[in-house]
């Protein structure tokens, strides 16, 4: 597939303007980067993340905050370049972003030798696991593969599962999954007996489904972000599996049911409470946070948002709880205040967002625990909570 370069892409979202959102501001003081993939395969992901921006605080601790947005269209190269003009022709204080694993390793350099902070709201540990000296520039909003592999394993365990199948993309997002769930399957004495892989561009997953269907698995792990989570499990469908499927939280999006249907029913994943509000405690502590971000998001937009677009709002929240801390030590665009705001986002604990609760050390830049991921499943065409 041919992508935009990334000068058209810019052209095309008149992403060269600064989204400024406090009325009157010209230059804010603090300025933000945000890298979505609001066009291209991955848009289902990226969209949503797009749309938040302007749901992200404008003033923090009596200073202004400017968002630039940019589209990479889901490109790589893209995200590069995009990356490159917030840093050194922007000059932006952090970066939140891109959308897609792949185009998030691929940027992970950069920010780390200019020394500013990003907020990687994709599926991937890849990109802050393991730790080193690039890597600690990195923050990510969304929840390790591990913390949500152990749920499913464990729910496959209790349901006497001993064979599985896995389909994953190929790229970075299903290689940490196929070595997370191998190691964990290993340990619970679950055999993979398919192992299959494929582009998020596919227009067809025939022979992989076949290959798996061969193996006959009593179930399979479908690893994929976005809408490219639903091909592979309705051509299961289609082909005559019986099986059960189970999905990573990169299908936990409205349009995995919309593009599914039917076919997806039954389907169990883990994901943060956002998806099933209505349906947890109100003690639960996220959901005072989520609820607030989902309202706001449907006045804006007229549409429930994806929990990807959730990934993003926390980085806002992130930003809000360590900027005060930052400016203590420089002035925003300086190095000083970079390297202070990434110190002061490592020390956040007990900080309650859409996705979880937040605790963050120099050697955990994601910071999830439990409170981070619910066992849900699809019945009726709706999310549901398992209990």
Excluded: C
Aim: hydrophobic share 45%; charged share 20%.
């Amino acid at each position: 597939m041919t992508f935009p370069t990334f000068s058209r892409v810019v052209s095309a979202v008149a992403a060269t303007t600064a989204l400024t959102l406090s009325a009157g501001v010209a230059q804010a003081q603090i300025k933000v980067g945000v890298v979505t993939s609001s066009t291209g395969p991955i848009a289902l992901v990226g969209q949503p993340q797009k749309n938040t921006v302007p749901l992200l605080p404008t003033e923090v601790a009596g200073q202004k905050v400017q968002y630039i947005a940019l589209d990479d269209a889901s490109d790589p190269t893209a995200s590069v370049a995009a990356f490159r003009k917030l840093i050194n022709e922007e000059k932006v204080d952090a970066i939140i972003g891109p959308s897609g694993s792949p185009n998030a390793m691929g940027v992970i350099q950069f920010a780390a030798e200019a020394g500013v902070p990003m907020f990687a709201p994709v599926g991937t540990a890849a990109v802050v696991l393991p730790m080193d000296d690039k890597k600690k520039w990195v923050f990510k909003t969304t929840q390790n593969d591990d913390l949500i592999a152990r749920a499913l394993v464990q729910h496959m365990v209790a349901a006497k599962v001993k064979t599985l199948g896995f389909i994953g993309t190929a790229d970075p997002y299903g290689d940490n999954w196929l070595k997370v769930a191998s190691a964990l399957a290993e340990k619970s004495g679950l055999k993979i007996v398919a192992t299959e892989r494929f582009q998020r561009q596919d227009t067809s997953l025939t022979a992989q489904g076949l290959k798996v269907l061969a193996a006959a698995p009593e179930a399979v792990l479908i690893a994929a972000p976005g809408s490219s989570a639903v091909l592979p499990q309705t051509t299961l469908f289609d082909q005559g599996y019986k099986g059960r499927v189970y999905q990573t939280h990169g299908a936990a999006l409205p349009d995995f049911l919309k593009l599914g249907g039917r076919k997806v029913e039954g389907t169990v994943l883990a994901a943060s409470a956002m998806l099933v509000l209505d349906q947890v405690s109100d003690s639960h502590p996220t959901k005072k946070i989520a609820a607030k971000y989902v309202a706001d998001y449907e006045k804006l937009h007229g549409s429930k948002p994806a929990t990807f677009g959730a990934n993003v709002y926390d980085a806002g929240l992130m930003l809000q709880a360590a900027i005060p801390t930052a400016l203590k030590s420089g002035k925003p665009g300086t190095p000083a205040f970079r390297s202070a705001l990434r110190d002061a986002v490592e020390q956040i604990r007990e900080l309650p967002a859409t996705q979880g609760v937040y605790n963050l050390s120099p050697a955990d830049h994601s910071g999830f625990d439990e409170r981070g991921r619910e066992l849900i499943t699809v019945k009726n065409g709706q999310w549901t909570l398992l209990k």
